[in-house]
């Protein structure tokens, strides 16, 4: 039990030694061994803290889609005896693409067409026999039916002969043809495809806190990969739900393109300006330390250093927000951190 009782006071002994050598070491300049002179000091760079208005901006990334994109599909089956476009031409919406074979369903036109006039003959001579008496109302009933049904006859049939001429649904490029003429094709064949991009589409997502800061009409600026050039686009569309996955919302923007510079499926990179905070102290991003208890500044106070742990906010490309930590007036080291210790002592280099 002695013993045990020895090393817990030799414990507090320590721990009160250290305090005491802790506290000295950083509110008293060092001195050289023997001799009473101060070290060089180390000369810094410090940035005096002041209050100033941040615009936090946004940085996310998205892709280009087009406005319209569609897989050209026929809705029969039969044999191509037409292709009417170029691999990669721009086509005007209702331009013809591509004639399957029609010259049964033409035949059954021409047919069901002439049945029709005589249909229509045959209900004119009985229209005027009803107003003269000379037939009964019956009679004309049929004649008048049988006028009905040729007409549907013929619109069938001009029907069915529209779905074996594939047109264009809207102006836009046609990509690469995966049929050939003579080919026999089925509705599940993919013949082309077609693409308008102009406009195009930015679609992109935002962490859930930002879901209330954005919405329809919101402009943003973005960059293709490769290129500097900043471009701008409108918000059209938000997602009306949260991912519940990955807590986001997505949105959609429209970006003129009349000459073809935004490729669907390019990689775009996207800013989005918020709203402009008043009375922000920010500091250069090099200026803090990560440690395992925090990040940690070093103020210069009075020709001594003093370590501080802050609580940083929003990150730009290098200043950081600070929440708490530092106040106004508050100089700031900015170089030199790695070769700080408790006996160092600095001098202003350069102060912003």
Known sequence: MKIVKNLILTVIALVFISAIVYKALWSKPAQASGGGVSRAALPVNMLVAKPENFTETLAVTGSIEANESVVLKSEVSGKITGIFFNEGQRVEKGMLLIKVYDDDLQAQLTKAEANLKLTEDLETRQKQMLSTGATSLQEYDVS???LQSAQADV???????SKTE???PFDGTIGFRKVSPGEYITPGIDIASLVNDNPAKIQFTVP???????GRNTIIKYRLEGQPAERTATVYAVAP???PTTRTLQLKALAPNPNGALIPGAFAKIEVLMETQSDVILIPSESILSESAGQKVYL???KNVKPVFVETGTRTNNRVEIVRGI???????TTGMMQITPRTMVTPDKVN
């Open 327 to 333: 106040a106004t007036g508050d100089t700031v080291i």
């Open 144 to 146: 008048f039916a049988n």
């Open 155 to 161: 619109s069938l049939l001009q029907a069915q002969i």
């Open 300 to 302: 210069y106070k009075g």
């Open 241 to 243: 739900y949260i991912d």
């Open 166 to 168: 594939i047109k264009a």
């Open 208 to 214: 859930e806190k930002y879901s209330q800061m954005l």
